[in-house]
């Protein structure tokens, strides 16, 4: 079973500046996909960022940018000119390719706080 | 974008009761829909599967009988929370997998907070 790691429970950035959240993941499989997904007090789900691991390319969404190591499996986020509305909770999330029923696999989380 | 919604937003009811939540994917077919569980300040727990016209298939340690999962046609699903108690209280989240926009995703809806009496 793959399972995901998210080390940092809480982390803290000043407004403005860049911020890096780590997730390591632990899979055999050699196809699948990872994300990065955001939720606000609203508690509302946000998909951030989306890396298919078949891409050695690190996918970039504006100011949200992914450092992905596929041989140390690990998929960090970093948040760019950081804004007060990016504080939330932030997940690493797996899922294997192929399949419509593969669900995702949710890392711990880590809450970020955006100081003004 | 592709929409998920759920119905209630949150709900309170007395412990025994039955409680039926919606989640219904507006703008797009839903191959495959997720129900997962959150308690305050923690991970998103997957309950359970389902796929349209099928039985779901539960986790691990999550009753069946107790949560009861249609998922009658390719836009709506249904989470029956039956006879509630108080430790059933938690914020519950579906999820509806289709194609929209061109892209294979899973979209979360807004999630409903059941608190039980």
């Known amino acids: 079973a793959q399972t995901v790691t998210q080390s940092q429970p809480e982390m803290s950035v000043q407004e403005a500046e860049t911020v890096t959240l780590s997730c390591t993941y632990d899979t055999s499989e050699s196809d699948y996909y990872l994300f990065w997904y955001k939720q606000p007090p609203s508690r509302q789900m946000i998909l951030v960022i989306r890396?298919?691991?078949?891409?050695?390319q690190n996918a970039t969404e504006n100011r949200f940018s992914v450092n992905f190591q596929k041989a140390a499996k690990s998929f960090s986020l970093k948040i760019s000119d950081s804004q007060l509305g990016d504080a939330a909770m932030y997940f690493c999330?797996?899922?294997?390719?192929?399949?419509?029923?593969?669900?995702?696999?949710f890392g711990g989380g880590t809450r970020l706080m955006v100081k003004p | 974008g592709a929409v998920v919604s759920q119905h209630p937003s949150w709900v309170i009811c007395k412990s025994g009761t039955s409680v039926k939540i919606e989640c219904r994917s507006l703008d797009f077919q839903a191959t495959t829909m997720f129900w997962y569980r959150q308690f305050p300040k923690q991970s998103l727990m997957l309950m359970a599967t389902?796929?349209?016209?099928?039985?779901?298939?539960?986790e691990q340690g999550v009753e069946k009988d107790k949560f009861l999962i249609n998922h009658a046609s390719l836009t709506l699903s249904t989470l029956t929370v039956t006879s509630a108690h108080p430790e059933d209280s938690s914020f519950y989240i579906c999820?509806?997998?289709?194609?929209?926009?061109?892209?294979?995703?899973?979209?979360f809806g807004p999630g409903t907070r059941l608190t039980v009496l």
């Open positions: 999330a797996y899922r294997s390719a192929g399949n419509a029923g593969n669900m995702l696999t």
């Open positions: 890396q298919e691991a078949y891409k050695q």
């Open positions: 389902s796929n349209e016209g099928s039985k779901a298939t539960y």
């Open positions: 999820s509806a997998r289709g194609l929209a926009g061109g892209r294979d995703e899973q979209f």
